[in-house]
């Protein structure tokens, strides 16, 4: 039984659906990890990071009480205000 999830050099070997679920739960932990670390008064840093965990712009701008074409504006590495709030 070990053979069947195990080859000669003791790598797992996963399904295509065993990986796809790997996959799941680590972006949900990433996203999990990503609101935690969000920080007050740090917009640009805190909509990075949310980006970079996949979060939607719409998504983040909900979190950070941002309106979307802020968050677009901070993406796109233009200059924001200190914090423009929906």
Do not use: C, W
């Amino acid at each position: 039984m070990a053979e069947d999830t195990q080859n000669a050099h003791n790598h797992v070997i996963f399904t295509e659906s065993q990986f796809g679920e790997v996959q799941k739960f680590l972006q949900n932990y990433l996203k999990i990890m990503a609101l935690g670390s969000i920080r007050e008064n740090e917009t640009e840093r805190n909509v990075r990071l949310l980006n970079s965990a996949n979060y939607s712009q719409e998504e983040i701008a909900t979190i950070l009480h941002l309106s979307q074409p802020t968050v677009s504006r901070v993406l796109a590495g233009k200059a924001t205000k200190k914090k423009e709030e929906k």
